[in-house]
């Protein structure tokens, strides 16, 4: 089954740099489909945080970054603040599932 | 401002159909796919599938092939998630989302429509 994979919880102290795994395998990020990211703040809809692996809409702050590594992914949310609290996805493409995929969701607390 | 407003939210038995929309607007809307999602309760993300509402060619989901419908109006820029008995595990929130890039490979989901709030229960 096609699976992203990403921890369920990250927290940090405001200010601090964290970051959440996005794990897939060859047939989604390993075959070289873009990666993207979401932030859903509790109570409203999905917003698009990162696409591409490292680009950033117009509006999200560049405390958002994204990598991409073989197989895995990876958002990097540096200087924490209050409001970045929330859960976050990753999504990409599976040719197997011949659709697209988004990951389990991590829930970022900030200490 | 590129937008998607969904249809409010339902309250439903077990055994009723619905039908669900999200209207675009501020685009050009016959000519980008739309993404359905469903969050179930305290969950993630799940993609339902997708349809071209310039003529309606829908894609599902192996897990909601049979289960769901889509269909569209581009008369006035909407398309439609439609059940035709739903069950108690229905209940979740359904979001639309608009596919952006030029290929399968590159493409995301921007913007998202607000989420419709489905409740089946007897």
């Known amino acids: 089954q096609s699976v992203l994979t990403q921890p369920p919880s990250v927290s940090g102290a405001p200010g601090q740099r964290v970051t959440i795994s996005c794990t897939g395998s060859r047939s989604n990020i390993g075959a070289n489909y873009d990666v993207h990211w979401y932030q859903q703040v509790p109570g409203t809809a999905p917003k698009l945080l990162i696409y591409s692996h490292t680009n950033r809409p117009s509006g999200v702050p560049d405390r958002f970054s994204g990598s991409k590594s073989g197989t895995s992914a990876s958002l990097a949310i540096t200087g924490l603040q209050a409001e970045d609290e929330g859960d976050y996805y990753c999504q990409s493409y599976d040719s197997t599932l011949s659709g697209w995929l988004f990951g389990g969701g991590t829930k970022v607390t900030v200490l | 401002e590129v937008q998607l407003v969904q249809s409010g939210a339902e309250v439903k038995k077990p055994g009723e159909s619905l039908k669900i929309s999200c209207q675009g607007s501020g685009y050009e809307f016959s000519t980008h796919w739309i993404a359905w999602v469903r969050q179930l309760p ?81």
């Open chain 2, 42 to 122: 305290g969950k993630g993300l799940e993609w339902m599938g997708i349809i071209y509402p310039g003529d309606s060619d829908s894609r599902y989901s192996p897990t909601f092939e049979g289960q769901v419908t889509f269909s569209a109006d581009k008369s006035i820029n909407t398309v439609y998630l439609q059940w035709s008995s739903l069950k108690a595990s229905d209940t979740a929130i359904y979001y639309c989302a608009r596919r952006v890039g030029t290929s399968t490979a590159y493409n995301w989901f921007d913007p998202w429509g607000q989420g419709t709030l489905v409740t089946v229960s007897s």
